[in-house]
Every structure is written in structure tokens, then in C-alpha cells.
């Protein structure tokens, strides 16, 4: 194949590479990025193709293996630990959403409609809620695994029946 029908050839291409490079990102500006980079790599090792093989393939082979090998590259960058002190910034970070003062109220008439439950519901639901397991709260209580069970989901309706204006 000579340069020229090899540029025409990649050229033909563009518009199902650009197809195929959306569907690895989702996103017009790395697929325009992964295009770029695939074409600048066929051109650059265009003596490694081999001739009577297909060169479809070849291109898109090319394509997917930039893709995994640049996803691996920012998985591995993001993994990163640089030794600095980030304990600020693994605090508060800004991923977090932090309570507003809305939520402050909805946990104080959450935790005001747990504690006008029945003892035999609040009790097992506060201990769950402390992470005790089901089976611990069981043997604790004295009660069958089954009763935990049930009175913790029970509970859990008596409380969205009663909070229903703040699960929105």
C-alpha cells in the first residue's frame, strides 16, 4: 500500500473511527482527542502494517488499545500517593455534600419520631441503627432472628409513614 492510498484509506475511515471513539468516551472532546491520536499513530508506525491483512481492523485495533492503555494511565495517575499532608482535603472534601440546615431539623424530627416508638420497635431499630447485626440484637434481646427482623422492617414503614413530608 503506498502513502497515498494509506492516507486515503485512514481518511475513509474518520467519520466510524470518530463513531467508535464516542462510544469508548462518551465525550465529544476525548473522541476528537482518541481520533487525533489514533491517526497519529498509524501514520507514525504505517511500516508495521502488514500488507493483504485488513487495515480496518488494524486502525481500530489501534484506537482501543490508546483507549485502555490512557484509561489505565489516569486510574494509575489518580492512585497516585505524592507524600504530601492532604488530611484538609480528605476531610472536606468537595465531593461531599454537607448537612444544610434543613437536614438538621429533618434529623432532629427523625430522631424525635424514633423515640415515640414502642420499646419493643425502637429498641431493636436503635440497636441497628448503632450497627449492631440482626443476629447480635437477637441474642441481645432474647428473640428470634425472624422477630428482629421484622420489627426492624416495621419500623422502618412507621418511620416513612410518619417522616413522609421529609423523604421528599
Known amino acids: 500500500m503506498t502513502q497515498l492510498q494509506f492516507n486515503n484509506a485512514l481518511l475513509g475511515l474518520q467519520d466510524k473511527l470518530l463513531f467508535y471513539a464516542l462510544s469508548l468516551t462518551?465525550?465529544?472532546?476525548?473522541?476528537?482527542?482518541?481520533?487525533?491520536?489514533?491517526?497519529?499513530?498509524?501514520?507514525?508506525?504505517?511500516?508495521?502494517?502488514?500488507?493483504?491483512?485488513?487495515?480496518?481492523?488494524?486502525?481500530?485495533?489501534?484506537?482501543?488499545?490508546?483507549?485502555?492503555?490512557?484509561?489505565?494511565?489516569?486510574?494509575?495517575?489518580?492512585?497516585?500517593?505524592?507524600?504530601?499532608?492532604?488530611?484538609?482535603?480528605?476531610?472536606?472534601?468537595?465531593d461531599k455534600i454537607y448537612p444544610s440546615p434543613e437536614s438538621f431539623y429533618s434529623s432532629k424530627e427523625i430522631s424525635k419520631s424514633i423515640n415515640e416508638l414502642e420499646d419493643e420497635y425502637r429498641v431493636p431499630f436503635t440497636m441497628f441503627l448503632d450497627g449492631y447485626k440482626y443476629k447480635e440484637i437477637a441474642e441481645h434481646l432474647e428473640l428470634p432472628l425472624g422477630t428482629v427482623k421484622s420489627r426492624i422492617f416495621f419500623t422502618r414503614k412507621k418511620l416513612e409513614k410518619a417522616l413522609k413530608e421529609f423523604a421528599n
Open 26 to 94: 462518551s465525550d465529544q472532546e476525548k473522541a476528537q482527542d482518541l481520533l487525533q491520536e489514533t491517526f497519529l499513530k498509524a501514520l507514525t508506525y504505517r511500516d508495521k502494517f502488514a500488507q493483504n491483512t485488513n487495515f480496518k481492523a488494524w486502525i481500530y485495533t489501534i484506537m482501543k488499545n490508546t483507549f485502555i492503555n490512557n484509561y489505565r494511565r489516569n486510574v494509575k495517575a489518580k492512585n497516585t500517593f505524592d507524600g504530601a499532608n492532604n488530611e484538609f482535603h480528605l476531610k472536606f472534601s468537595k
